[in-house]
């Protein structure tokens, strides 16, 4: 099965700073690459993804890149607010295949 | 329109008992899946429902079973509960019978469970 490994697991930043998060995998099958926000309380929410046939994608102030060669793809967030404290799980998996195995996830703390 | 519901939120079960958790899918949405989240860990696939049946599973016992109705709401059934079974239960629920397929999926905020 594959194996995803995230990080850091947590991650502290000042407002206004850049955040990185690392997501690394086994399965060289996987071609889908979301990236999920799950706030205290609260399911994950999908605020991100890539196929694997692009090598960045951008949102406002998150991106994503994928180094599919290397087996892994990062979160990028600039302009770092303190609604961005979240924890972080990418969820690498083959389209098609009904199921997806998420990282540990990583904890952003924003501070104002 | 309603996202995905789950109940109950919460809930406390002894060890050895059987609990019965709910979730109706998002409007539009054909395709449920099951997740476990201990706490402080990602989410574990358990499995997924399309067209009324299980369509993949994940690493989990059959202890824990599952039913989809024709109206698309499903259900996850834990038998002779574990403490190890404490943890959130997600729902989650896409479009079409794809799953990752690019079509945003949708997770409802979970059932808690203790079990003791």
């Known amino acids: 099965g594959e194996n995803v490994e995230q990080h850091p697991s947590t991650l502290s930043v000042q407002e206004g700073d850049s955040a990185v998060i690392k997501c690394t995998y086994s399965?060289?099958?996987?071609?889908?690459f979301p990236w999920y926000k799950q706030e205290l309380g609260k399911g994950p929410q999908l605020i991100i993804d890539?196929?694997?046939?692009?090598g960045e994608k951008k949102d406002q102030r998150i991106a994503v890149t994928l180094n599919k060669t290397a087996k892994h793809f990062s979160l990028h967030i600039t302009e770092t607010q303190p609604e961005d404290s979240a924890v972080y799980f990418c969820?690498?998996?083959?389209?098609?295949?009904?199921?997806?195995?998420f990282g540990d996830g990583t904890t952003l703390t924003v501070k104002p | 329109d309603a996202g995905v519901t789950q109940s109950p939120t919460h809930l406390i079960k002894t060890r050895g008992q059987q609990v019965t958790l709910r979730c109706s899918p998002k409007s539009g949405h054909d395709t449920v899946s099951w997740y476990q989240q201990a706490l402080g860990q990602g989410p574990q696939f358990i499995f997924q429902y399309y067209e009324e049946e299980e369509r993949q599973r994940g690493n989990f016992p059959d202890r824990f079973s599952g039913h989809q109705f024709p109206n698309y709401s499903s259900e996850l059934n834990v038998n002779a509960l574990l403490l190890g079974d404490s943890a959130l239960y997600l729902c989650?629920?896409?479009?079409?019978?794809?799953w990752g397929s690019g079509n945003t999926i949708y997770f409802g905020e979970g059932s808690w469970l203790t079990v003791v």
């Open positions: 890539i196929r694997s046939n692009v």
């Open positions: 989650a629920s896409s479009k079409r019978g794809a």
């Open positions: 969820a690498p998996e083959i389209l098609y295949a009904g199921k997806s195995t």
């Open positions: 399965d060289s099958a996987s071609n889908y």
